[in-house]
């Protein structure tokens, strides 16, 4: 089987149900962009020693290959049926508390970096918000549902939380 088709060369791509629509469209912007995001855990997951985090990374990962069948399946051929879940988000919002249980209270604005495993989360958490705002340009024109808006706030809050976290683990953490 050949990687390329062909059929993108009219400057238009297929979405889940045969329906085809130009490269630019905003559901291709939102998925292409959560495609984006996964690319970048999978280099933070390089930079990350325990496996507990790891895994949690890969669990993300699962949940955006989610996400984007959902951003790539047209509103009306999933007829209300997302794959990402309120539990999901649920989820996410348990490894957010357990990151912050761990660091000392913040004592300022915190600058990008401090060492390579935090400059990639907030790498990633910029990349979630730009994948957020991504969302709600479609959402202006196809709602896209709750659970999808919540989970993807969540991402960038989890990505903020997990940067400290790297960060703090060497001591590394830059204040303004």
């Known amino acids: 089987m050949k990687i390329y088709t062909k059929t993108g060369d009219d400057g238009t791509t297929g979405l ?3 329906v085809r629509v130009m490269k630019n469209n905003p559901r291709i912007e939102a998925y292409g962009t959560s495609d984006e995001l996964n690319s970048l855990i999978g280099l933070l997951v390089c930079h990350v020693d325990s496996d507990k985090d790891k895994n949690v990374l890969r669990e993300i990962q699962r949940q955006l290959f989610a996400l984007g069948a959902d951003l790539a399946t047209p509103s009306q051929k999933n007829e209300g049926k997302t794959r990402i879940t309120q539990e999901m988000t649920l989820w996410l919002e348990t490894q957010i508390d357990a990151c912050e249980a761990e660091l000392p209270p913040m004592k300022g604005f915190i600058l990008p970096g401090g060492n390579e495993a935090a400059a990639v989360c907030h790498l990633c958490r910029t990349t979630a918000r730009r994948m ?7 959402h202006e024109q196809e709602p896209v549902s709750n659970d999808i808006l919540q989970y993807v706030n969540r ?3 989890f990505f903020f939380v997990f940067a ?7 001591g590394s953490e830059i204040f303004l």
């Open 16 to 18: 889940i149900g045969n």
């Open 132 to 138: 957020e705002r991504r969302i709600y340009d479609l």
């Open 155 to 157: 991402l960038s809050d």
């Open 164 to 170: 400290r976290k790297a960060a703090n683990e060497d």
